[in-house]
């Protein structure tokens, strides 16, 4: 089945909520050092150190109403080789980066509304002014240090006005951030870097020092650039309050140049670099506006960098909360809590374990966060238990939306959570995590599951509705292929003339009402003699349990022919009579459902492996190599 969303309602009336600039911090700008290293010249940058078409049509996602009009370019993306992927071939021409154009729009039309608040030690707030300032002396700083049109360059740096206005001055310069999450291990960061070849590396002093002494990058790059603060000297000991911060006239970059190289988390396989284009940039702010919950001057709050960048394209005021990236779901909750409600956010952007922490802290002390209208969930499936929770500190008629999506092609669907709670009997029985209706534009189909690459679109790929297969995606935000992968790039592309289906990687269904229903990762799908079984099928059986956490579907023994093993994490505290209590229900649920019936075997962990990223996604991959050797050793 093909799925296709209609176009969706009026904009939403907001109320933009007036704050008070402060002083800007001190602008980020370099100036030449020598390095220790041989032939590579290295910069210090001002700033406060931190831690780092068959089928039916279906109608648009539900929401409130549209955003602001993106504006967006609907190119396709471009098919080059994914070895040679480039920064733009000579001068842009044609219309300007949209999401450039946004940031200029919004420094000269709210020129003090403020752009960016941080917390922790030292709370500071900047303006839409201030940040273009800051832009306009990085570009200039970038281009002294040798930053030209083209270039890829590392960025390393936490989340702060500093990052927002280095990634800005880069894509503004033409130049390619390359950005990989930091709450990798060392040695993935690694991998991913030497894929990426930057010719610069721009960091504050912990990754530069990682980057010494593991050798990252070791053969690409040729300019350093230190993050740290607040009055870096050079090495003649001239201080970066002389630097004029006159940008370079250099041409600015149009929708076909790269703009960036993401990488995927990592959850089911080592990440995969993501090129994405500006024009793939601006169809990704074009769907976020259609989800109608950022407006100019409201106070957003996100716990995820590239959320918050798109709240500023937005107008909005974006508050950045003391995380540690490395680690968001330990993040503290009442600090959270208490950011919310002092700044009065009205929006908020989180993953499933960062909320599900907060959600418990608010709700045992009874805490309501009542300036929140809007709670928008991403990065992995939301929990009905968690969904529960967080409804429960909210106003009544407070929104929480669940977005789904992946760095490949962001967003494609969403659902309210009131129509996501109304499935909740559907997915204890069975059924998958509903995702909602696909995004205005985006077009959605379920085909045969495969586990070989598929050249060519044709009709009959699509399967009946109510079939489990995998979920494909042809969006305008679809990324290119990946970078340096050629095999990954062909099991993950499907070419239908100029268009690309991308595969998700997820297997799912649509429903008689066009909304799409997740069953779980491909690779995780566990292949018993029986037939396969789905952890978004299967998990969700469980949630309920009492002293339950968390569930995890995985098979042991060869494929086809694999015993389902469920991996149960208990809530803090759960005794052994606790557990005992916990499997006996487990099994006696298990028996209830056909599909579950095969389990017989269950097993405890004290605590789930997760994505680096958003620490949502269970990385059953590992638990399956766990619960192996358990089985080997005779230890049930």
């Given at each position: 089945?093909?799925?296709?969303?209609?176009?969706?309602?009026?904009?939403?009336?907001?109320?933009?909520?007036?704050?008070?600039?402060?002083?800007?911090?001190?602008?980020?700008?370099?100036?030449?050092?020598?390095?220790?290293?041989?032939?590579?010249?290295?910069?210090?940058?001002?700033?406060?150190?931190?831690?780092?078409?068959?089928?039916?049509?279906?109608?648009?996602?539900?929401?409130?109403?549209r955003?602001?009009?993106?504006g967006?370019?609907?190119?396709?993306?471009?098919?080059?080789?994914?070895?040679?992927?480039?920064?733009?071939?000579?001068?842009?021409?044609?219309?300007?980066?949209?999401?450039?154009?946004?940031?200029?729009?919004?420094?000269?039309?709210?020129?003090?509304?403020?752009?960016?608040?941080?917390?922790?030690?030292?709370?500071?707030?900047?303006?839409?002014?201030?940040?273009?300032?800051?832009?306009d002396?990085?570009?200039?700083?970038?281009?002294?240090?040798?930053?030209?049109?083209?270039?890829?360059?590392?960025?390393?740096?936490?989340?702060?006005?500093?990052?927002?206005?280095?990634?800005?001055?880069?894509?503004?310069?033409?130049?390619?951030?390359?950005?990989?999450?930091?709450?990798?291990?060392?040695?993935?960061?690694?991998?991913?870097?030497?894929?990426?070849?930057?010719?610069?590396?721009?960091?504050?002093?912990?990754a530069?020092?990682?980057?010494?002494?593991?050798?990252?990058?070791?053969?690409?790059?040729?300019?350093?650039?230190?993050?740290?603060?607040?009055w870096?000297?050079?090495?003649?000991?001239?201080?970066?309050?002389?630097?004029?911060?006159?940008?370079?006239p250099?041409?600015?970059?149009?929708?076909?140049?790269?703009?960036?190289?993401?990488?995927?988390?990592?959850?089911?396989?080592?990440?995969?670099?993501?090129?994405?284009?500006?024009?793939?940039?601006?169809?990704?702010?074009?769907?976020?506006?259609?989800?109608?919950?950022?407006?100019?001057?409201?106070?957003?709050?996100?716990?995820?960098?590239?959320?918050?960048?798109?709240?500023?394209?937005?107008?909005?005021?974006?508050?950045?909360?003391d995380?540690?990236?490395?680690?968001?779901a330990?993040?503290?909750?009442?600090?959270?809590?208490?950011?919310?409600?002092?700044?009065?956010?009205?929006?908020?952007?989180?993953?499933?374990?960062?909320?599900?922490?907060?959600?418990?802290?608010?709700t045992?002390?009874?805490?309501?966060?009542?300036?929140?209208?809007?709670?928008?969930?991403?990065?992995?499936?939301?929990?009905?238990?968690?969904?529960?929770?967080?409804?429960?500190?909210?106003?009544?008629?407070?929104?929480?939306?669940?977005?789904?999506?992946?760095?490949?092609?962001?967003?494609?669907?969403?659902?309210?959570?009131?129509?996501?709670?109304a499935?909740?009997?559907?997915?204890?029985?069975?059924?998958?995590?509903?995702?909602?209706?696909?995004?205005?534009?985006?077009?959605v189909?379920?085909?045969?599951?495969?586990?070989?690459?598929?050249?060519?679109?044709?009709?009959?790929?699509?399967?009946?509705?109510?079939?489990?297969?995998?979920?494909?995606v042809?969006s305008?935000?679809?990324?290119?292929?990946?970078?340096?992968?050629?095999?990954?790039?062909?099991?993950a592309?499907?070419h239908?003339?100029?268009?690309?289906?991308?595969?998700?990687?997820?297997?799912?269904?649509?429903?008689?009402?066009?909304?799409?229903w997740?069953?779980?990762?491909?690779?995780?799908?566990?292949?018993?003699?029986?037939?396969?079984?789905?952890?978004?099928?299967?998990?969700?059986?469980?949630?309920?349990?009492?002293?339950?956490?968390?569930?995890?579907?995985?098979?042991?023994?060869?494929?086809g022919?694999?015993c389902?093993?469920?991996?149960?994490?208990?809530?803090?505290g759960?005794s052994?009579?606790?557990?005992?209590?916990?499997?006996?229900g487990?099994?006696?649920?298990?028996?209830?459902?056909?599909?579950?019936?095969?389990?017989?075997?269950?097993?405890?962990?004290?605590?789930?492996?997760?994505?680096?990223?958003?620490?949502?996604?269970?990385r059953?991959?590992?638990?399956?190599?766990?619960?192996?050797?358990?089985?080997?050793?005779?230890r049930?």
């Amino acid at each position: 089945m093909t799925s296709e969303s209609t176009p969706a309602g009026p904009p939403r009336p907001g109320e933009g909520r007036a704050v008070r600039p402060h002083e800007a911090p001190p602008a980020p700008v370099v100036n030449p050092a020598a390095d220790a290293e041989a032939g590579t010249g290295t910069t210090s940058m001002a700033g406060p150190e931190a831690v780092a078409t068959t089928g039916r049509v279906a109608g648009a996602a539900p929401t409130a109403g549209r955003g602001p009009s993106a504006g967006a370019e609907a190119g396709r993306s471009s098919e080059a080789g994914a070895a040679a992927v480039g920064a733009g071939d000579g001068v842009a021409a044609g219309p300007v980066s949209e999401l450039i154009v946004r940031a200029e729009r919004w420094a000269r039309e709210q020129p003090a509304t403020i752009a960016c608040r941080t917390g922790g030690r030292a709370p500071a707030a900047t303006t839409y002014a201030q940040m273009a300032r800051l832009v306009d002396r990085a570009m200039a700083a970038l281009a002294q240090a040798g930053l030209r049109p083209g270039m890829r360059a590392a960025l390393l740096v936490p989340p702060g006005p500093e990052l927002g206005a280095l990634a800005l001055a880069l894509l503004k310069l033409r130049a390619v951030p390359v950005l990989v999450d930091p709450g990798l291990p060392l040695t993935e960061i690694g991998r991913c870097l030497g894929r990426a070849a930057p010719e610069a590396f721009i960091a504050i002093p912990a990754a530069h020092a990682a980057r010494r002494l593991l050798g990252w990058c070791r053969r690409s790059v040729r300019v350093t650039i230190t993050v740290s603060g607040p009055w870096p000297r050079d090495g003649r000991g001239a201080t970066s309050r002389r630097t004029t911060g006159t940008p370079p006239p250099w041409p600015p970059p149009g929708p076909g140049d790269l703009a960036l190289i993401a990488f995927t988390s990592g959850a089911t396989g080592p990440p995969k670099g993501v090129p994405l284009r500006h024009r793939h940039l601006a169809a990704q702010l074009e769907l976020l506006g259609a989800l109608g919950t950022v407006e100019p001057g409201a106070v957003v709050l996100s716990t995820f960098v590239p959320f918050a960048l798109a709240a500023a394209a937005f107008g909005a005021t974006v508050v950045l909360p003391d995380i540690d990236p490395r680690h968001p779901a330990r993040a503290d909750p009442a600090a959270l809590a208490a950011d919310i409600r002092r700044h009065r956010v009205a929006g908020m952007f989180a993953a499933p374990a960062l909320l599900d922490r907060l959600a418990r802290h608010c709700t045992a002390r009874g805490l309501v966060l009542d300036t929140l209208d809007d709670v928008v969930v991403a990065g992995a499936p939301l929990p009905m238990p968690v969904l529960d929770r967080v409804r429960r500190c909210l106003r009544p008629d407070a929104r929480v939306l669940s977005v789904y999506g992946a760095t490949e092609c962001m967003p494609v669907a969403a659902i309210d959570g009131r129509e996501l709670a109304a499935t909740a009997a559907a997915t204890a029985a069975g059924a998958g995590t509903c995702l909602g209706l696909p995004l205005p534009g985006t077009r959605v189909s379920v085909i045969a599951t495969s586990d070989e690459p598929i050249e060519r679109w044709s009709a009959d790929l699509a399967v009946p509705t109510g079939t489990v297969g995998e979920i494909v995606v042809a969006s305008p935000a679809v990324a290119d292929p990946y970078l340096d992968d050629p095999e990954a790039s062909a099991s993950a592309r499907i070419h239908d003339g100029d268009v690309v289906w991308h595969r998700m990687g997820d297997l799912g269904r649509f429903d008689e009402r066009g909304r799409l229903w997740c069953a779980g990762r491909k690779s995780e799908r566990v292949r018993t003699a029986g037939g396969d079984l789905y952890p978004d099928q299967v998990e969700p059986v469980f949630a309920t349990v009492p002293g339950v956490r968390r569930t995890a579907l995985v098979g042991v023994g060869p494929d086809g022919a694999r015993c389902p093993v469920l991996i149960v994490e208990c809530e803090p505290g759960t005794s052994r009579r606790g557990r005992a209590r916990a499997e006996a229900g487990i099994l006696r649920l298990a028996a209830r459902h056909p599909h579950t019936a095969g389990i017989g075997e269950v097993l405890f962990h004290r605590g789930f492996p997760v994505d680096a990223r958003h620490n949502s996604k269970i990385r059953r991959n590992l638990l399956a190599t766990w619960a192996a050797r358990r089985v080997k050793g005779g230890r049930w």
